[in-house]
């Protein structure tokens, strides 16, 4: 397995695990809503990552690109006129034209982080306000402080 070629998925784990230390360990809610960011950016990272299909293009509608080589254009019927073909009477007939297959890239994931990121600032400015109602109430965003405040009869 080639550790270069999935270079997405350790930056995925790094970030998660940075995110996961910085909330477990800092006792600084500041610090830790940055930990929440950082965890969240990971994880759209890693769904970003898993939606992306190697040559995939967008799931929009594309024409049909052989209808200007089958006559439609030219005379807006799609069928040749005889008088212009002088091959002894015989005429190709009308085939299927094989269409190489497009290969698309599933919308859903990267909606979904979308999503995801509208939430995430929402939740950062709420802990955000509730830190600065913290501070206001209590003097201190440090968790230690505020625990022993609540067992000092807080």
Known sequence: MDVVAHWNHWVVVVLMMTGF???MARS???KKILGLNVLQAAVILMYV???KVEG???AIY???PHAAHHGEAEHGDGHEDDEHHDDG???DAPQAHATRPVTYSNPVPHVLMLTAIVVG???TALGLALVVRIHEAFGTIEEDDL???EEGGG
Request: glycine share 12%; net charge negative; hydrophobic share 45%.
């Open 89 to 91: 009477g015989h005429h």
């Open 21 to 23: 230390y910085v909330i």
């Open 28 to 30: 600084n809610l500041v």
């Open 49 to 51: 990552t898993m939606g």
């Open 62 to 64: 594309l024409e049909d």
């Open 147 to 149: 625990l022993d405040l």
């Open 56 to 58: 995939g293009t967008a």
């Open 121 to 123: 600032v929402a939740t």
